[in-house]
């Protein structure tokens, strides 16, 4: 059950992140599908390693975990710079990374810390066979 769960969360943070960069970007890649699954189980595994750890650091950690996912997605998937180019935008990283949108992922994983425990327990309920039998 635990692979299903988290294979589920993976999903949907993957259809998430390709979602919003649909939306704000008029397209997207797999990578990106990829990297928004990954995100969303580490900075959500977050809330079990480290609970108390007070919500702004351990969104500042997230938005750490989500811009080192970045990298190395872009290291890997972005050699190109067909995906995504930084290297105009100040303060970047071999144009994968820049100060910009790690600032940004502060909010986006504190979103994510948010959703990811109701999340794993709505997908758990509904997943878990009912004692009754139900449907």
């Known amino acids: ?12 943070g993957g259809s ?3 979602l ?18 990954t995100c969303l189980l580490l900075v959500g595994h977050l809330n079990r390693v480290k609970p108390k750890l007070p919500p702004l650091f351990r969104a500042l950690a997230g938005a750490g975990i989500i811009t080192a996912v970045e ?8 050699r190109d710079y067909r995906v995504w180019d930084y290297r105009d935008v100040p303060f970047n990283y071999r144009g994968q990374i ?10 986006a994983a504190a979103l994510v810390l948010l959703i ?17 039998g139900d449907s």
């Open 1 to 12: 059950m635990l692979f299903a769960v988290k294979t589920l969360l993976f999903l949907f």
């Open 16 to 18: 998430a992140y390709v």
């Open 20 to 37: 919003l960069e649909l939306l704000f970007r008029g397209r997207s890649h797999y990578s990106m599908f990829l990297a928004g699954g």
């Open 71 to 78: 990298l190395l997605t872009g290291l890997l998937a972005n």
């Open 98 to 107: 820049c100060a910009g949108f790690s600032l940004l992922w502060i909010g």
């Open 116 to 132: 990811h425990d109701p999340l794993e327990k709505e997908i758990r309920r509904r997943i878990t066979p009912s004692a009754q």
